[in-house]
Nanobody
Framework: QVQLAESGGGLVRPGGSLRLSCSAS????????MAWFRQVAGKEREFVSV??????????YYADSVKGRFTISRENNRNMVYLQMNNLKPEDTAVYYC???????????????????WGQGTQVTVSS
């Protein structure tokens, strides 16, 4: 069983930056694929970014809407994954969730139902 906890959300002006953190406990963190999704009330959960575990070589993938602005990274010795968000836009406003899965395959990386473990989410609001 893996427990995830996000932090770092808040209110930021357009063009600003935030760094989200996700701490993980339980399981072999290095082996887990870690992802960020986001959700606006009334809409489906949306893929943001993912970083593979050691079997996937730490490969990273991004949604087109955040490519070039967001960066995902992980610190395996601290069981942490991060999402650095730059040049934030009002449309980035959402609850951001950290997700983990050990056995997810390449074709499922962007599919939120295929992840086994989830954090509680952290609110990001981009507004002037």
């Amino acid at each position: 069983q893996v427990q995830l906890a996000e932090s770092g959300g808040g209110l930021v002006r357009p063009g600003g930056s935030l760094r989200l953190s996700c701490s993980a406990s339980g399981g072999n963190f290095r082996a887990y694929t870690m992802a960020w999704f986001r959700q606006v009330a009334g809409k489906e959960r949306e893929f943001v970014s993912v970083i593979r575990g050691n079997t996937g070589g730490g490969a990273t993938y991004y949604a087109d809407s955040v490519k070039g602005r967001f960066t995902i990274s992980r610190e395996n010795n601290r069981n942490m994954v991060y999402l650095q968000m730059n040049n934030l836009k009002p449309e980035d406003t959402a609850v951001y969730y950290c997700a983990a899965d050990r056995q997810i395959i390449l074709s499922q990386l962007r599919s939120w139902p295929d992840y086994d473990y989830w954090g509680q989410g952290t609110q990001v609001t981009v507004s002037s």
